[in-house]
């Protein structure tokens, strides 16, 4: 696989007749990685798509494009395993949806699948102060600038300070975490969180209805460029 890019097209805004030409299209415009959202209808109130989605996707596409697995779902763990058995690498679970009780479980899965990379999801309403001593046994950390569940909602005003102080709680304890933001980015928003520390933005909306997307991807991370 070629470098990581920063954007991450979320699929949740593709066009579910034609997601093959989507993925395609992605690939060609150098795209590393695409964001799959999946809702189960009881984290979230929306039902989107899982793993039989996943599969071809993921057997199809595999060694060209990465897929992202952002699970907005009850039980996330059950699904983790389902995921990396389909040749998944990067899923996030929801810490709102996370017990005690799945700590150990979480262990046994780095173990047993030592490719994976586990990222940790936070609504707007969590703090990073709530999810510290999480973060060791996490490879990124997934803030939530909208409420989950719908695109196309727009960025939560503050998102971004969450986002600072997990970067320098990260620099402060030489972690290595990286740091997703999902939720109304585009070409403001997205410039926003990254002077801020983030890694990665996840575009759904504004990549996927935009009529130039090779220039929706250059403008969305334009501040990193002259930096
Ligand atoms: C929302 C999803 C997002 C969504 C983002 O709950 O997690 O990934 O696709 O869509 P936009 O970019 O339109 O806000
Ligand atoms: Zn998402």
Known sequence: MEKETIVRPSLLSADFLHLS???EEAISLGVSCLHFDVMDGSFVEDISFGEKIFAPLQKTYGDRIAFDVHLMVENPLKHVRRFLELGGKEI????EALTLGDLPQIQELKREFPQLRLGLAINPETKPEEIVSLLPL?????????????GGQSFLEGSEKKIAAL????KEHSFSYKIEVD?????????LCLLSGADYLVAGSFYFHSLDKKQ????????????
């Open 21 to 23: 030409k989507d993925v």
């Open 92 to 95: 996030s679970v929801h810490y």
């Open 138 to 150: 996490f490879d990124m950390v997934l803030v939530m600038s909208v409420v989950p569940g719908k």
């Open 167 to 170: 970067a320098s709680y990260r």
């Open 183 to 191: 939720g109304g980015i585009n070409d403001k928003t997205g410039p």
């Open 216 to 227: 929706t991807l250059v403008s969305l991370t334009k501040e990193k460029e002259v930096e």
